[in-house]
């Protein structure tokens, strides 16, 4: 670790040692990562990881952290956060190239300012652009897949760009290749009309508001949709709603979606998730699919 520390201060890469991952994800959960990096733009991003990669020393990516649960055991290795790689840069022709720590919101909101229309549908998606682009993120009738163009991603060393095509993306789920990391995404925008984009995300955001328990923390929807039936009334049918586990539990609100009232261990987070898929498989023999990604020692 010292070696990688070193490495890192060359660089002048900003990181925090023995960094509690609660105080990283949106579910407020989750034990110590050994090492968290930072780099500050896509170009630092691939030096930090060449240098992990020539210690061979283990690594995870990750964004804003509002979809992954991470283990009360932690992350062994280092966290390379891509937090502080913001840059988000408007092109013509309504082409807006991000890079992957940029905040879905702030693409949006830069977006509309340059009355350029398309991205509404990501109004209320927290996370970043490389999270989004990873589980291809959407709500309102929009996904990431819509508007994405071209990703460049770090693969074994280098940066390489890949077209919407190549990623394949499904509903909550992309094509990335295995052990690869976004760097940017170039986004295709429409010419559009502040006002009316304004109106829209404003709508959106209301029925949000209305809909999903945003003022506590939580990690967005836990379990993917199944065909048959959606999953916060698939859980609410099965009594979820409201029930508890420690201090976590499925949200009055919206069954969905697992609410941390104040000091929940990932442990009670991943007890609450087991139970709801043992009592799904059980009665209706659905087998649920988490939507969360979860890291760490402790799997559902
Ligand atoms: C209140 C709330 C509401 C939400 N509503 C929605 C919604 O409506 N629709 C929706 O789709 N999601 C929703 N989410 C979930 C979440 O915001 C999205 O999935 C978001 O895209 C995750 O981005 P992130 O940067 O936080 O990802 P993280 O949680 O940091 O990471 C998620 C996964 O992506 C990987 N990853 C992150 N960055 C990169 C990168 N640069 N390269 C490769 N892999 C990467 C990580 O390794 C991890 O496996 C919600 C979450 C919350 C808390």
Redesign the pocket.
């Known amino acids: 670790m010292i070696r990688i520390e070193k490495g890192l201060e060359k660089i002048g890469c900003e990181y925090k040692s023995l960094f509690s991952m609660s105080r990283y994800t949106?579910m407020r959960v989750g034990g110590l990562a050994d090492l968290v990096v930072y780099p500050r733009s896509h170009l630092e991003l691939m030096i930090v990881l060449n240098l992990l990669t020539s210690f061979n020393f283990p690594w995870?990516?990750?964004?804003?952290?509002?979809?992954?649960i991470i283990g009360d055991s932690g992350i062994k290795g280092v966290v390379v956060s891509?937090k502080k790689m913001r840059e988000i840069k408007i092109l013509g022709s309504g082409k807006v190239v991000a890079e992957?720590g940029a905040v879905l919101g702030s693409v949006l909101n830069k977006s509309i300012r340059a009355e350029l229309s398309g991205f509404e549908f990501a109004a209320?998606?927290?996370?970043?652009v490389?999270?989004?682009v990873?589980?291809n993120?959407?709500?309102n009738d929009g996904e990431i897949k819509d508007v994405v163009e071209k990703v460049w991603i770090w693969l074994n060393g280098k940066e390489i760009m890949l077209s919407r095509d190549e990623l394949k993306f499904e509903y909550?789920k992309s094509y990335?290749p295995e052990g690869s990391?976004?760097t940017r995404a170039m986004f295709g925008l429409t010419r559009g009309n502040r006002k009316e984009s304004e109106r829209r995300v404003k709508d959106y955001l209301d029925k949000r508001s209305e809909t999903?328990p945003?003022t506590i923390s939580?990690?967005?929807?836990i379990f993917k949709n199944p065909p048959e039936i959606p999953a916060g009334m698939l859980l609410e049918q099965l009594g979820f709603k409201g029930y508890q586990i420690g201090r976590a539990r499925f949200s009055e609100v919206h069954a969905n979606f697992i609410v941390n009232s104040g000091g929940a261990s990932a442990s009670d987070v991943l007890k609450l998730i087991d139970a709801a898929k043992k009592e799904a498989f059980l009665r209706t023999g659905m087998l649920l699919e988490t939507e969360v990604?979860i890291i760490g020692q402790e799997k559902s």
């Not at 995870?60 to 992954?68: A, I, K």
């Not at 209320?124 to 970043?128: F, H, Q, Y």
């Not at 939580?218 to 929807?221: A, F, I």
């Open positions: 949106s995870t990516v990750l964004g804003g952290g509002s979809n992954t891509t992957a209320g998606i927290p996370g970043t490389g999270g989004g990873f589980m993120a959407g709500a909550r990335l990391v976004v999903q945003i939580n990690s967005g929807s990604e």
